[in-house]
């Protein structure tokens, strides 16, 4: 139950409510589904908002799951099967399946091939693993001195760091508990199955001119390392390599390989290939670089392949991922509200929307990051969206 009386409040001369909220971090999740961060901060809204908001648990709210729009990409049927074609961007986003996609139309293309409902959770490629926040749960001491924790029956499987899968995620703190350790989540839903060889009879396949087979293979990014020193998007990814190439390349290891491999030869591939045939004919092989028009491409070759397409000019910046230019904070939208001793402050929210400042520093909110410039009189900007990858919290 949430106690909204240990903070002080009041009304303004316009007769708004006010309560004055600790900027101490401690999120928490609200029945209205957003992140606060911290308890008064739900009392700071109820009050501004009239509303009656209480708090669901402490910790962070699940992600709320994103419809991406699949209208603008291009769909083709081939074979009797519907296809997107894919631009092979590299842009990653984490779908509601715990899979990192290549870019939006990568969950498009694998929702239309395989007839599911994979929603985007965010931007990025998804977590390695996820901390349980485990004061969630109730606890209870046994006569013999144990505590073991009080975990609800319902099944929502999750997958742990140990590869094990559990009912719901207050299994794995009651596992901890018991065992004394240290098992976090890997993702929602039943740990997959490991294969030491990824069957390429199951991949789907399509027939071109010629009748040459091409694989179908899903817009998941799983690098894996090939015997020949390429990275492969996934393990289909090599699949693909060797039916156009008539290779016999089989999987090293799941990972990138540790030494990157020459530049792809553009010309090998697109020479003589028409200009709607130009996607489909780079090579799977993960080696990303950064184009002039500041897209990361998945390697030269496709680089190659949309300048054919687009009819552009795009050269090649460097090899790797484009490094993402810093966002500029825009604090002229936020309240400022003027004191009796002629102080002024920014009127921050306190819904938890985490940004990373160039200082290193995570703060609650981009507005929060505005107030503290205000009021120590720095000219901090914005890193990106999200928390710091450092463990410091403002």
């Not at 029956?153 to 590869?163: A, E, K, M, Q, S």
């Not at 290939?273 to 090579?283: D, F, L, Q, R, V």
């Amino acid at each position: 139950q949430l106690d909204c009386s240990g903070y002080s409040g009041g009304i303004t001369k316009d007769g708004k409510s006010w309560v004055a909220c600790p900027r101490d971090l401690k999120p928490v999740c609200g029945t209205d589904g957003n992140t606060y961060s911290n308890d008064c901060g739900i009392c700071l809204h109820n009050a501004e908002h009239g509303d009656s908001v209480e708090k669901e648990h402490d910790g962070e709210c699940d992600p709320k799951p994103i419809v991406v729009d699949c209208s603008h990409y291009e769909r083709s049927v081939v074979d009797d099967h519907v296809m997107i074609a894919c631009p092979r961007k590299m842009e990653p986003v984490c779908g509601s399946d715990s899979f990192t996609y290549d870019s939006d139309c990568g969950i498009c293309a694998y929702n239309v091939e395989h007839d599911a409902n994979v929603t985007k959770i965010h931007d990025g490629p998804c977590k390695e693993s996820v901390a349980v926040d485990c004061t969630r749960y109730q606890t209870q001491t046994t006569k013999d001195g144990r505590t073991l924790v009080s975990c609800p029956r319902d099944l929502n499987p999750v997958c742990g760091t140990d590869g094990t899968t559990y009912d719901n995620e207050c299994r794995i703190c009651a596992h901890n508990l018991e065992q004394r350790t240290h098992v976090g989540k890997k993702h929602s839903g039943k740990c997959r199955e490991k294969t030491a060889e990824f069957d390429c009879s199951k991949v789907l396949t399509r027939k071109v001119k010629g009748g040459k087979a091409l694989a179908r293979c899903p817009r998941i990014l799983h690098p894996v390392c090939g015997t020949d020193g390429f990275t492969y998007d996934n393990d289909c990814g090599i699949c693909a390599h060797n039916m156009q190439h008539g290779t016999d390349v089989k999987k090293s290891h799941d990972g990138r390989c540790k030494e990157e491999s020459t530049p792809v030869d553009c010309s090998m591939y697109l020479s003589g290939i028409k200009s709607g045939e130009a996607m489909g004919a780079c090579p799977f092989i993960l080696h990303e670089i950064c184009g002039t028009d500041g897209v990361t491409y998945i390697n030269d070759c496709e680089l190659c392949a949309h300048n054919m397409v687009a009819g552009t000019q795009v050269a090649k910046k460097h090899d790797g991922k484009c490094i993402e230019e810093v966002s500029q904070l825009n604090c002229s939208r936020y309240p400022r509200a003027t004191l009796k001793d002629g102080k002024e402050l920014m009127a921050c929210t306190m819904i938890y929307d985490p940004v990373c400042g160039t200082d290193g520093v995570t703060y609650a909110s981009e507005c929060i990051l505005c107030s503290h410039n205000m009021e120590h009189r720095t000219n901090l900007g914005k890193r990106k969206n999200g928390p710091c990858d450092e463990d410091i919290t403002r």
